[in-house]
């Protein structure tokens, strides 16, 4: 369906069993839940999916060994388990990878080999590959540019990978397969209710600024660090459920991790964990935990955090990238649910949680990518015997997604599984966008026709990841792009205009300045 026929099915005169605001990993996750039950389902998005927290991961599908660390046994026993199920579900999008934790003293390897072997444990049957020792030689052909004086060895275990905006897009198309709608660029300005009952929500039209009334059986607020607002549109004097915390990446090029495997170090010098991740022929360096007081839809590193970041992986890689070798930066809020007064945000619980207001209002929040499918499964549970729904079995722990293929195909053209032949055959497939990103013309002209994508931020942010890969290059090939999102969606030059001034304006919040640049690259490794 185009845009206006979306619309049009959206705001039909009729009760949706199940409407879900929010287009994150929760929200999608929840809809494409509710739909494959058989409920008829609605989902509405104020900007574009997975333009918050959801793109802005650390590009992993894994347990989480800090959390094993905190003995949250569960919670990595489950992600684990949902870990092994999207690899299932979505060959196209995650892919197993190795991870070096490097040893520079000599109870290093055979401290956290044990617990890596727990990690292993598990995840059970559906573990990737058993964690091992490696040498220093075995660890520097995994990962050539470790630093060398006083490597003893290390141990190498594996976990998934994957792309985070493309499984959320992955996850749009499957929702319609099912029949299920969804609407983006169209924030929810208010909640409709029968007395104190919420029965549906009003939202506006961006493109129009016209505003539709929308009927549910129970509605679902997903909407990520955002779901206090939207508590706030029942109950105004809901108290805050979030403490937000902020995670910052730097993306450099691959010559600085150019082997096989990423790196992990499992203790910084404040007690976090670091990870050096190769990804799209680039490496995501990250990340932090900075606790916040406000959200926005875009938070800013703190210089602090990047100096962070480049001292940490300093301490690591040889050579090590600088401020003037980071092609983007990006940061994105963690919805951590509120602990008790005084704990530090790294400990903080990444589980999901369910609250039903007075209202039947339902919130989801917490979590994160690797559970999505399990927090979709439990809030349709729940919202199910909310409204009163037939009891239905879910389906989604088997259910292939969208374009899921297990023929590898080159670069980047395999986030697109079954449909790439189809990408590759529209004008524009040998023509790049620009020369230092991998995209061609056609990406924009299916984002544009097949993936609800409305701007150029869509596009170059999300659609194809070149905002994250390359802040300066995806400014300098917005002009193109804005051009052939004119010719798809019969858009004026004015609105090229406009389109290509506030992605700029956007792209250079990702961009650093070289800046004063320290001898970082001096200092020894001192937490492994």
Known sequence: MNRAETLTAATAPHTWDVLVIGGGASGLGTALEAATRGYSTLLLEAHDYAKGTSSRSTKLVHGGVRYLAQGNVSLVREALHERGLLKKNAPHLVRDLGFVIAAYQWWAAPFYGIGL????????????????????????????????????????????????????????????????????????????KDGKKVVGARLRDDETGTEHEVRAKVVVNATGVFVDDLRRMDEPGAKPMLSPSQGVHVVVDRRFLPGDAAVMVPRTDDGRVLF????????????????????????????????????????????????????????????????????????????????????????????????????????????????????????????????????????????????????????????????????????????????????????????????????????????RVAALLAEELNRDAAWQHAQVAAYRELAAGYQLTAGTESRLNDRAPQNA
């Not at 976990?159 to 493309?166: A, E, M, V, W």
């Open 117 to 192: 072997k727990l990690y292993d444990l598990l995840a059970g049957k559906l573990n990737l590959q058993a964690s091992r020792y490696v040498t220093p030689a075995q660890a520097l052909e995994q990962t050539p540019t470790l630093k060398r004086a006083g490597l003893k060895g290390g141990i190498l275990y594996f976990d998934g990978q994957f792309d985070d905006s493309r499984l959320a897009v992955t996850l749009l198309r499957t929702l319609e397969n099912f029949g299920g709608v969804a609407l983006n660029h169209a924030p929810v300005v208010g909640l409709l």
């Open 276 to 479: 050096a991740v190769p990804w799209h022929d680039h490496v995501v360096i990250g990340t932090t935990d900075t606790p916040v007081p406000d959200v926005s839809w875009e938070p800013r590193a703190l210089d602090e955090e990047i100096e962070f970041i480049l001292k940490t992986a300093a301490q690591y890689l040889d050579p090590a990238p600088t401020r003037a070798d980071v092609r983007s930066v990006y940061a994105g809020l963690r919805p951590l649910v509120k602990a008790a007064e005084g704990t530090d945000t790294k400990a903080i619980s990444r589980d999901h949680v369910i609250r039903i207001s007075d209202g039947g209002l339902i919130t989801l929040t917490g979590g994160k990518w690797t559970t999505y499918r399990r927090m979709g499964e439990d809030t349709v549970n729940r919202a199910a015997a909310q409204a009163g729904l037939p009891p239905r079995l879910s389906l989604t722990a088997g259910l292939t997604l969208h374009g899921a293929m297990t023929a590898p195909l080159p670069d980047h053209w395999k986030v697109y599984g079954t449909d790439a032949e189809r990408v590759q055959a529209l004008p524009g497939a040998d023509t790049p966008l620009h020369s230092e990103l991998p995209y061609t013309e056609a990406e924009v002209r299916w984002a544009a026709r097949m993936e609800q994508a409305r701007t150029v931020e869509d596009v170059l942010a999300r659609r194809l990841r070149a905002l994250l890969l390359n802040a300066r290059a995806s400014a300098e090939a917005a002009p």
